[in-house]
């Protein structure tokens, strides 16, 4: 299963994205175990589908995941924080209906469901061929109130979708951890040289 190549060919208007200082502090204590952590902007089953979700987007492996730099808690404070109130209305409504269609597709409530289901509807909503993506993309650019009732539910879901996925990257990339352990990191920088074969670059620096 190609997962990376699923996930990147649709895209995420994220905007300019600031994380706030308690997002940021949550980013900065992965070391910690938090097994319980209470959410202050998921329902009980969105976090349980977000923390399912981060993991099937951002994998553990010979880079850290994305459980391990608490995503799941960090999305949940940016949803809180940053996000208006319509976002996080099409928020909620997003979750709900991937909710129903994870029940329909398992048989099971939503918190029941595994890791493996959870990415088996993803997959079916991100592995798609261009043509499926450039409906996507047009859903998504149009104003939601001229959508019939089937392409509202297919609006609200894509955007609870990228919201996580976006949000995921975002702080997978803020985080201390990636910056200073997987990408280059160099805090003193040495001369500056303008022409160098990319070649000799090699991994994407984070100062």
Not at 79 to 101: A, Y
Not at 102 to 107: A, D, F, H, V
Request: glycine share 6%; proline share 5%; with cysteine.
């Amino acid at each position: 299963m190609k997962r990376r190549e699923a996930l990147k060919g649709l895209g995420m208007a994220t905007g300019l994205l600031v994380a706030t200082p308690a997002a940021l502090s949550v980013l900065q204590s992965c070391e910690e175990k938090k097994e319980t952590w209470s959410a202050l902007f998921l329902k009980p089953e969105e976090k349980k589908l977000v923390s399912d979700l981060v993991d099937i987007i951002l994998p553990s492996g010979a880079t850290p995941g994305g459980l391990e730099l608490n995503l799941p808690q960090f999305i949940d404070l940016m949803c809180k924080d940053t996000l208006s109130e319509e976002e996080q209305h099409l928020f909620h409504e997003g979750s709900k209906i991937f909710s129903v269609r994870l029940e329909e597709l398992s048989g099971k409530m939503t918190e029941k469901t595994t890791r493996k289901e959870v990415e088996e509807l993803f997959l079916k909503y991100f592995k798609l061929n261009p043509k499926e993506e450039g409906k996507v993309k047009y859903l998504l650019y149009r104003n939601r109130d001229e959508l019939d009732e089937k392409e509202k539910k297919d609006f609200d879901l894509y955007k609870f979708l990228f919201t996580v996925r976006g949000l995921s990257l975002f702080g997978y990339f803020t985080s201390e951890k990636v910056g200073t352990q997987v990408l280059n990191f160099d805090p003193i920088p040495g001369e500056y040289s303008p022409c160098i074969p990319v070649s000799e670059v090699g991994n994407a620096w984070t100062i």
